[in-house]
């Protein structure tokens, strides 16, 4: 069967530059209360390029570099580094301490550094970075998060999309060269994801960080969208609506028994959501278009009151 390699890289950029202030308000709750969220946010990689240099160690890691601003107005450089690999690596204070000294010495701002450890080493967790000789030293220090000292408990039940990347993640370590454990992995890991409620956007999110990380061989992807869908189906009772599996399902054909069979488990779902719905409501749903029905899906995972639903319908036209 086909070896595949989880795709770690791609999850943390992804993460880091689509939800950055979700990720510093679940790893470094201080950092995010300072800093200033109605100012935009600048990411800075070529920046981070020019003085980094070329890897070819072929090491997992992911090296970022932002700018924000903190509440008393002045500039602030984030410089943010996650190891992946499960071995030590010794190069990791000094290659912080060289990025750190260069982003300062080209843009004259403060540059805090920080770093992900998110290795399988409960006993590499390195600080700090110094040397010194003849009465002289320099110290950097920088603050880490060991993604293993997070409790399980506290992250199965958190319902952070960093809790949940930080379980994913973990779930690929521990179900490496496994593709049956990761195949039940992913089912149990889906079915958690949907029941904690997630916004349309996290969800499709989440479930592009589960494709990367617990990556299968395309001899059993399929087998891997049934138990998907299944779960989908026993958790909200319908065929399948939020995860982005085969989306095509969606877009061939509206033949009126397919139609009237989307119509239902949607009116059922939102049944779930918002309590009983009126008749006018009901008729309004069940007169949507096949495309603005296939909306509804989606965006009814957002709704939390009853107005809400009735503004939206009010977009959407009938058949």
Not at 76 to 100: A, G, K, M, W
Not at 229 to 249: D, H, N, Y
């Amino acid at each position: 069967m086909t070896h595949v390699v989880s795709d770690f890289d791609a999850a943390w950029k992804e993460a880091l530059e689509t939800f950055f202030p979700a990720f510093l308000a679940f790893f470094f709750p201080a950092i995010h209360t300072d800093v200033d969220w109605s100012q935009p946010i600048v990411w800075l990689d070529t920046e981070l390029q020019q003085v980094a240099p070329e890897d070819r160690t072929g090491k997992q890691r992911v090296d970022k570099l932002v700018r924000v601003t903190r509440r008393d107005g002045s500039p602030l450089l984030v410089l943010i580094h996650i190891e992946i690999q499960s071995q030590v690596d010794l190069t990791l204070p000094e290659r912080i301490f060289c990025y750190n000294t260069r982003i300062y010495d080209r843009e004259r701002m403060a540059v805090i550094s920080l770093a992900i450890l998110a290795d399988e080493n409960p006993l590499w967790r390195p600080s700090q970075f110094s040397y010194g000789l003849w009465g002289f030293r320099q110290t950097m220090e920088f603050p880490t998060v060991k993604l293993l000292d997070l409790p399980q408990a506290d992250l199965e039940a958190s319902s952070s999309l960093f809790a949940a990347l930080t379980l994913l993640h973990r779930d690929a370590q521990a179900t490496r060269g496994q593709l049956e454990a990761r195949l039940v992995r992913r089912a149990e890991r889906w079915r958690r994801i949907v029941q904690q409620g997630h916004s349309a956007a996290t969800i499709r999110a989440l479930f592009r960080f589960l494709d990367y990380l617990l990556r299968l061989p395309d001899e059993l992807k399929q087998e891997s969208q049934l138990r998907l869908r299944q779960v989908e189906m026993e958790e909200l009772g319908m065929v399948k609506f939020i995860s982005p599996i085969e989306e095509s399902i969606y877009q061939e054909g509206h033949e009126e028994g397919q139609v009237a069979e989307r119509r239902d488990l949607v009116l059922r779902l939102l049944t779930r959501k918002l309590g009983p719905l009126t008749a006018d409501i009901e008729g309004r749903v069940a007169a949507l278009s096949p495309d603005s029905l296939l909306a509804l899906s989606e965006a009814l995972l957002d709704f939390t009151r009853l107005d809400e639903l009735t503004a939206w319908l009010a977009q959407y036209p009938a058949v």
